[in-house]
């Protein structure tokens, strides 16, 4: 199966003018509030600049990655987010379904088929590994992540998740939209595969990823 439901706007060319964000190659964000968490070495081995604009895959090692934080990878010119969810988080995400307005991930448009077959609110492969393009589906800024269960000043029972400061659209740890936001839908899942438990790949769904496509 070439597409596995991803006919989306990631394989669509990137309107950088309009989209704010800051990327880094390979970067760790620690979870708010817990302070600045030692870096950990993160490997990754991208390609060269060339061939991450024509859209190649890239790879990264996440073993180092703990609870509440955020690698940022860049590719095809957007900002590729892989967080670690706590225990914690991840048994809020069905909670929240109410308050949600697609909590089943119905609009196919904005994740590959295959990150629902586990639980669907997950919206992942690994139930701990969430991976987002980190672009608010309103006019495209960078949404901050707030990773803890705590209340916060624009949702006194938050459960984790992202919220997007210019215009308050709020997203769970699952990327799904909240109801009565700007956003119109939940936040794209790339295409990407794991090729061992720490090695994952963005950019080439799971039934690609032995036959050389990408
Ligand atoms: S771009 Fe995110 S709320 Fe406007």
Partial sequence: ???????DPIHEPVNTGRRRF???????VGAAGAGIAAVPFIKSWNPSAR????????????????????????????????VKRSR????????LDSHLR????????????YV?????????????????????????CAPEMKAEIRPEPFDAEWKGGFFCPCHKSKFDMAGRVFEGVPAPTNLVVPPHH?????TIVIGVDPSQANTGAA
Avoid at 116 to 135: A, I
């Fill in 22 to 28: 800051l990327t880094a190659t390979t970067a760790v």
């Fill in 51 to 82: 061939a991450q604009l024509a859209g190649a895959p890239v790879t990264a090692d996440i073993s180092a990655l703990e609870e509440g934080q955020r690698l940022v990878l860049e590719w095809r010119g957007q900002p590729i987010w892989i």
């Fill in 1 to 7: 199966m070439a597409n596995q439901g991803v006919n």
């Fill in 88 to 95: 914690a988080v991840l048994d809020a995400l069905p909670t």
């Fill in 116 to 140: 629902l077959e586990g639980n669907r609110e997950f919206r992942s492969l690994k139930p701990e590994v969430l991976v987002l393009v980190g672009l608010c589906t309103h006019l495209g």
């Fill in 102 to 113: 697609d909590p089943e991930s119905d609009n196919a448009d904005q994740q590959p088929a």
């Fill in 194 to 198: 794991y090729v061992d438990d720490n």
